[in-house]
């Protein structure tokens, strides 16, 4: 009787509803692993008892059906000229390589990229028989597979390779071909089946014992248990999350229920030094967060959904989904890490324009439907409604363009429809964001119209991980439009990255916003993820903000965050304080104070700062300009292997003398007429030098391919008691909102400002106290000020005759002025409005 269900199904026959569904429960107890029962195919992707489901997801939306409409399209030319000349396609195919030490990753690229063309071809169609049951299909994939199992089945795991190079081929070839042949196992077992040897010119039989045997020696290439152990706990880097489907797939393919555990076993729970442990070396990584310990782009890791939603549909009795509820919860922290344009923050190694985030949503919606995970499917739904609704709709696209990236036809088997009406919102405007792994502060103030072009957002951190850059406490800001002043990020091409341009400026202090003390910041070889790169630092962390982590603002015009570094290295102290504060919704400012003092001698520090644009004017709050002196000041280095601190790279370098008035340095982005006016209070002597640095990457209009504009400030001594203030102000004209900046004093300590803006009839002058310890205290008679905490904000508002006073403490317990009080709540913050 299961074997007519079985044939009734696969032919579509109807039967009643109910009992179809009690028939589909069933099968799938029989059809799946579980306690070394047999697997029926395919069941990598789907299974045979889902393809009903698969079939009327298809019939009933255009995103579907557009799907199976790109299958044919990748399949069905090349198909007509197989059966034509079966030789025509399957002689394009590379040799492959010996060994898989044989090429490097410039040399295998190429050849990774021809094979996996191929045996995504395979795939493809092999998901078009499971759709159509139209044998042509089948017997296509089936030509091109023996063209790789009649080669590499005499070999032994150790010998066995595609493009000769261990990290690609279980990226790139070895998981479509185990989908392919798990998508048309059933065809393959079918008696008589011949295939089209490409050596002999002619048909032969299908030797099922021999693609065993080829599958086993891809399996064991991954495994590499003719390696060295796994040492569980330890600290790796992604490649075996990204090598993982290319070890889990073909595993699935082995027939030997005894040989099939046995590698799972390995694979999940044993593990080997080239493919670890999935479940104590890979999962443990995951911070609380539930994000993979790198930089941004590199954190994405879709494949760790994938996986624990296969094991789970496989080995439901492991119930591998309730142990690792943080990774799925951490998969929607993503969406909080974009600027107002959507591009996403850049810590590291990492790209603006890598979104990784629809391939997390869809795996989460797939998993938390399927095991009635209510509260994560809903935030499933909001998530991809979210990005829909940016990106003008859901368009699926499975278009090869990424040989990393064969995982697209899963947007069909596993993709949801999303409801039109959901229940609540995602609130994707909180105000503070910590990375805890990258030592990373975000802040951002939105607005409900136009925020593209007057939201504010900016990052403040650093630390040490896989993909790191050496940058001390850095910092990056959004304006206009335009991520303004970037952190550093990651070339085009891999090639690239082993530039000294990139290795001795972008991933150093001198290629970032930070501050270098004494001329020799610099980073430890001990302990940096890459070997000869010097990138080790200590973490920065975060020691105070409001609104804390994903928390509600109390204030829609104020937040601050707060990153401390204890630097070992170059045994030196710093913190650094980014606040944006909002004066209407078409103007704000960006506060930044940054405090630093060397524990040993302090000699001078350098306050860097890069902008993208055509030009720097540095002149004095009268707007006279400062008249400028080429310098050498910056064409030196420490000697060390990567000539830190980096700033060799800059040209035609220009300083001021030394000052102690207050500075207007102004930023002209002439494509579009946008600009960022910073202004610097008076009273520290400090000397400012203008120069060029290398392209900023990824800036649009063309700026990727302009010099960008750096602002180096040298200040004499410790910079702590006198710490670097910058007020920013981004905007779309030459005027600024900002009108006055004035030190805030405590003594001989400078501990904030006092910045006035003209917003329409408005006159805003906020008084920005930040002190270094929570329960410092700060008052000032002249003022009538008092304040005990860390940071709090005066706002004081005059419109025609009319005052208007804001008391805001971000931290701290009391703030006065004049007769207006302010006591903290319980979490130490609080706002009073005098309307």
């Known amino acids: 009787m299961g074997n007519s269900i079985i044939r009734y199904i696969k032919r579509g026959i109807s039967i009643n509803q109910a009992f179809l569904k009690i028939i589909r429960f069933v099968l799938f107890l029989t059809m799946i692993t579980v306690n070394g029962q047999s697997l029926q195919h395919p069941v990598i992707y789907t299974t045979m008892h889902e393809r009903g489901l698969v079939l009327e997801k298809i019939e009933k939306y255009d995103w579907a059906k557009s799907i199976v409409d790109q299958l044919h399209e990748h399949v069905d030319s090349i198909l007509l000229i197989h059966l034509a000349n079966p030789s025509a396609i399957l002689n394009e195919i590379p040799a492959l390589a010996t060994n898989d030490h044989e090429n490097k990753e410039r040399e295998a690229g190429p050849l990774a990229t021809e094979h996996n063309k191929v045996l995504s071809l395979a795939a493809n169609a092999g998901a078009l028989y499971y759709l159509t049951e139209d044998e042509k299909y089948a017997q296509f994939a089936a030509d091109i597979l023996w063209a790789y199992i009649d080669v590499l089945a005499p070999k032994t795991p150790k010998t066995t390779t595609i493009c000769g190079y261990a990290f690609f081929d279980p990226r790139t070839t070895y998981a479509p071909f185990a989908v392919a042949y798990d998508f048309i196992y059933d065809y393959l077992k079918q008696k008589n089946v011949k295939v089209f040897s490409r050596t002999k010119g002619h048909q032969v039989a299908f030797d099922n014992s021999k693609a065993q045997k080829a599958i086993a020696n891809m399996v064991g290439n991954v495994l590499q ?68 310990p790198e930089s941004l782009s590199y954190s994405f890791m879709p494949i760790i959904t994938m996986v624990l939603n296969i094991v789970d549909r496989i080995k439901p009795d492991m119930e591998v989904t309730a142990d690792y509820q943080h990774i799925f919860e951490g998969n929607f922290l993503f969406d909080y890490l974009r600027h107002p344009n959507r591009t996403f923050v850049r810590y590291g190694d990492s790209k603006r324009y890598n979104d990784g985030t629809g391939n997390l949503y869809r795996y989460t919606l797939n998993l938390a439907t399927r095991k009635g995970y209510k509260k994560l499917q809903r935030k499933a739904e909001l998530a991809l409604k979210n ?257 830190s601190p980096g700033w060799r790279y800059y040209e035609n370098t220009k300083s001021t003398k030394a000052t102690k008035k207050g500075m207007k340095i102004r930023f002209d982005i002439e494509y579009d007429d946008r600009y960022m006016h910073l202004f610097i209070p008076e009273g520290v002597s400090r000397k400012y030098t203008k120069a060029l640095a290398p392209p900023t990457r990824e800036a649009k209009n063309g700026y990727i391919n302009k010099k960008t504009q750096v602002l180096a400030i040298r200040q004499k001594g410790e910079a702590w008691d006198r710490p670097y203030i910058g007020i920013f102000e981004p905007s779309t004209k030459k005027n600024t909102s900002v009108q006055k900046v004035d030190p805030l004093w405590d003594q001989d300590k400078v501990i904030g400002a006092v910045v006035t803006s003209k917003v329409e009839d408005s006159l805003i002058t906020d008084i920005i106290i930040v002190q270094d310890r929570d329960n410092a205290i700060y008052k000032n008679d002249k003022l009538n000020l008092y304040f005990k905490g860390r940071f709090g904000i005066v706002r004081k508002t005059v419109v025609k005759n009319t005052s208007k006073v804001t008391l805001y403490i971000g931290q701290g317990e009391l703030l006065k002025f004049n007769t207006q009080e302010l006591r903290s709540n319980q979490e130490q913050k609080g706002i009073l409005r005098n309307l």
């Open 387 to 643: 990005s829909y609704e940016a990106n003008g709709g859901y368009h699926p696209n499975i278009a090869t363009d990424n040989i990393f990236n064969n995982y697209k036809p899963l947007q069909l088997f596993w993709g949801q429809p999303i409801p039109k009406t959901i229940e609540g919102s995602v609130d994707l405007n909180k105000a503070t964001v910590i990375v805890d792994h990258a030592g990373i502060a975000v802040q951002r103030n939105y607005v409900e119209e136009n925020n593209e072009a007057y939201g504010l957002c900016g990052i403040i951190g650093g630390a040490h991980y896989v993909h790191s850059h050496l940058t001390g406490i850095s910092m990056e800001l959004y304006g206009a439009g335009y991520i303004m002043s970037a952190n550093a990020g990651l070339p085009p091409t891999v090639r690239e990255r082993k530039i000294p341009l990139h290795e001795h400026y972008f991933r150093l202090y001198a290629g970032n916003n930070t501050v270098v003390v004494n001329g020799t910041s610099h980073g430890r070889d001990e302990g940096s993820w890459k070997g000869g790169a010097n990138v080790w630092q200590n973490k920065t962390v975060n020691i105070a903000a409001e609104p804390k982590h994903l928390e509600e603002r109390i204030s829609k015009e104020f937040n601050f965050a707060t990153q401390f570094l204890d630097d070992t290295v170059n045994n030196v102290k710093q913190e650094r304080t980014l606040s944006i504060i909002r004066t209407s919704a078409t103007t704000g400012y960006y506060f930044d104070m940054f405090r630093s003092k060397s524990n040993d001698e302090n000699k001078f520090h350098d306050y860097v700062y890069h902008n993208i644009g055509d030009k720097t004017q540095i002149s004095g709050f009268n707007d006279r300009k400062l008249s400028l002196k080429k310098t050498d000041r910056y064409q030196n280095d420490i000697g060390d292997v990567v000539k």
């Open 225 to 292: 248990e003719y390696g060295k152990p796994d040492v569980h706990g330890k600290t790796i880097s992604n490649h075996p999350i990204l090598t993982a489907p290319g070890a889990l797939f073909g595993i699935l393919c082995i027939e030997d229920d005894t040989e099939r555990e046995r590698l799972f076993q390995v694979f999940w729970e044993k593990g080997t030094a080239h493919q670890n442990s999935f479940k104590h070396t890979i999962l443990p990584m995951f911070s609380g967060q539930g994000i993979w």
